[in-house]
Structure formats: structure tokens, C-alpha cells
């Protein structure tokens, strides 16, 4: 294969993934026209069309939702053929992608322990992606054990309880547990939507009868124990994850309700090779987390 064909198919995997022209030839870096003739170069030489077009939009059709199945094996066959080889000549790939759904806020601690032992690996961060950007794209991934990426070995890295963080003057302050229903008319401050948190803690006040007032959205937690601690409402906090954000002015008081919880887990594509420095990121990962949880249960 020359590399204007292995180009072809790099610009038709892009394409296909986006089915958007513009979007495309924006990632890539080149024209609309230059993609739209290299697609067309493409399809004429498998003698079959891969999309569907419309003045505004373009599709897979069946054969393109075919073809992109065989390019997405052969891409990644030779990225995992590259990988393994520079593993086995002693000259290993210090470079992670790493997909960042939750807990983002503990990602400077987690690093800093990693790169004790190796400090001249580097990272590349998702950070903030929309739905279904980057599914295919990341070494290893953390997100909500509830809604793991397709197609990824997971595991379990911790199982936290939700928390309400309130005022230390606040009226519940001092209470052993808060009830949901307790807490219906009171102000929140959330993450932003589409976070799997503020999902999470959604249906739980949907569970109890209630859709809570949001005053503030923020995912920095120095922001949100400032609003709490001004009075500017309450938050629902990941007890391990969070609990060492909140301060002398912010106290945190347990549910009542035993499914407020959640879990966090550890993804990484199956079939694909996992580089030495992943692996051992991976490693360092699943001991930070147990470490974190076994400090909070001690303290």
C-alpha cells in the first residue's frame, strides 16, 4: 500500500466517523474539496459508492458501514503493530491517551504518582467530550462504572456513597442523615449537564418525587465549596472523590436512601495492544484508587 492509499483511508475513516464533510475536512486539517475528491478517488477505485449525499449532509451507506468495519481493523492493526515493536526493541512508547469522564479533579495526584517511577511519560487528556467523541481514540478511559465505553476490557476501581454538602450553620448541619425528601426545596449547585454525576444524582431526586432547583452549575470543586459556603446553595458530592474538597465551613451529612451511590472504572479497548507505559498506568491507577479508598475508610 503507498501512502497516498493509506491516506485514502484515514480521510474516509475520519468521514465516515463524523459523516460530516465540513467536520472532517476541519479535523484533518485540509479542504472540503481536497476530502470530497479523495473520497471520490477512493470510491472509484472500489468501484462502489460508501455514502449516501445530500446537499447538506452525507451517510454511510450499507457498503460504507462494510468497508469502515475492515479500515478500522487495519488502522488499528498497524498503530498496535508500531506500538508492540518499539515495546520490544527496549524503546517503549511513553505516551498515554487518557479519556477523562469522572473525577477529573484527582487527575494531578493520580499523575504525580505515576511519574515518580516514570517521568518522561506524556499525556494526552479528553477531557469535557461530547457523547460518543473520542470512542475509539483513548489507550485507557475513567469514567462511571454505569455507563463503561463499548467494546473495553473494565474494572472496578472504587464504590462511593453520595454526600450532601451543606453550610456548617446550615439547619441539617448536624444531622446523622438527610433524607432526599428533606431536601426538595432547597437550592442546589451541580455539575453541568451531560456529566455522569449530575445524571446520577438527577434520577436519584427523580426517584424521590423531585427535580432539584439548580442556582449555579460548576465542575471546579474550590468554586463549589465557595457557593456552599456562601450560602448559595447545596451539592451532592461523591463521598471518597470529593471528600477531601469541602473545608472547616462545608460539612457533609450521608442519605438516608442506600442507592445513592456510585462506582468509577478503569476501560481499555479489547483487541487492541496495550503499551508497556498503559499497562503500568493501569497498575498505578487501580493501587491510587484503592490507597484513596482505604484512607477514607480509615479516617
Given amino acids: 500500500m503507498n501512502p497516498l492509499e493509506l491516506l485514502q483511508l484515514k480521510y474516509f475513516q475520519t468521514a465516515a466517523r463524523l459523516q460530516h464533510m465540513t467536520q472532517a475536512a476541519r479535523q484533518l486539517h485540509i479542504s472540503q474539496p481536497a476530502l470530497s475528491k479523495m473520497i471520490a478517488s477512493l470510491e472509484a477505485e472500489l468501484g462502489v459508492k460508501l455514502f449516501e449525499r445530500t446537499n447538506k449532509s452525507i451517510r454511510l451507506n450499507e457498503h460504507g458501514i462494510h468497508f469502515l468495519n475492515k479500515v478500522d481493523i487495519a488502522l488499528q492493526a498497524l498503530e498496535d503493530g508500531k506500538k508492540e515493536l518499539q515495546d520490544l526493541v527496549e524503546s517503549p512508547s511513553d505516551y498515554i491517551t487518557l479519556d477523562v469522564r469522572v473525577s477529573s479533579h484527582l487527575l494531578p495526584g493520580l499523575l504525580a504518582d505515576y511519574r515518580k517511577t516514570r517521568p518522561d511519560t506524556q499525556f494526552h487528556l479528553l477531557q469535557h467530550a461530547l457523547p460518543g467523541e473520542h470512542a475509539y481514540d483513548f489507550d485507557l478511559c475513567l469514567s462511571d462504572g454505569a455507563v463503561p465505553p463499548p467494546g473495553c476490557h473494565s474494572v472496578a476501581l472504587l464504590r462511593e456513597s453520595i454526600v450532601v454538602a451543606l453550610p456548617s450553620e446550615h439547619r441539617l448541619a448536624k444531622r446523622d442523615r438527610i433524607s432526599?425528601?428533606?431536601?426538595?426545596?432547597?437550592?442546589?449547585?451541580?455539575?453541568?449537564?451531560?456529566?455522569?454525576?449530575?445524571?446520577?444524582?438527577?434520577?436519584?431526586?427523580?426517584?424521590?418525587?423531585?427535580?432539584?432547583?439548580?442556582?449555579?452549575?460548576?465542575?471546579?470543586?474550590?468554586?463549589?465549596?465557595?457557593?456552599?459556603?456562601?450560602?448559595?446553595?447545596?451539592?451532592?458530592?461523591?463521598?471518597?472523590?470529593?471528600?477531601?474538597?469541602?473545608?472547616?465551613?462545608?460539612?457533609?451529612?450521608?442519605?438516608?436512601?442506600?442507592?445513592?451511590?456510585?462506582s468509577i472504572s478503569l476501560h481499555w479497548p479489547k483487541g487492541r495492544y496495550l503499551t508497556q507505559a498503559a499497562a503500568s498506568f493501569r497498575d498505578c491507577t487501580i493501587r491510587y484508587f484503592s490507597e484513596l479508598a482505604d484512607a477514607y475508610s480509615k479516617a
Fill in 180 to 262: 432526599l425528601q428533606e431536601l426538595k426545596e432547597e437550592r442546589f449547585i451541580s455539575l453541568p449537564p451531560g456529566k455522569s454525576l449530575r445524571e446520577t444524582t438527577d434520577a436519584f431526586c427523580r426517584l424521590a418525587g423531585f427535580t432539584p432547583p439548580i442556582q449555579f452549575e460548576s465542575d471546579d470543586p474550590a468554586t463549589v465549596r465557595g457557593l456552599i459556603r456562601a450560602g448559595q446553595g447545596l451539592a451532592f458530592l461523591p463521598a471518597v472523590t470529593w471528600g477531601g474538597s469541602t473545608g472547616p465551613d462545608v460539612v457533609t451529612v450521608p442519605l438516608k436512601e442506600e442507592y445513592c451511590e456510585r
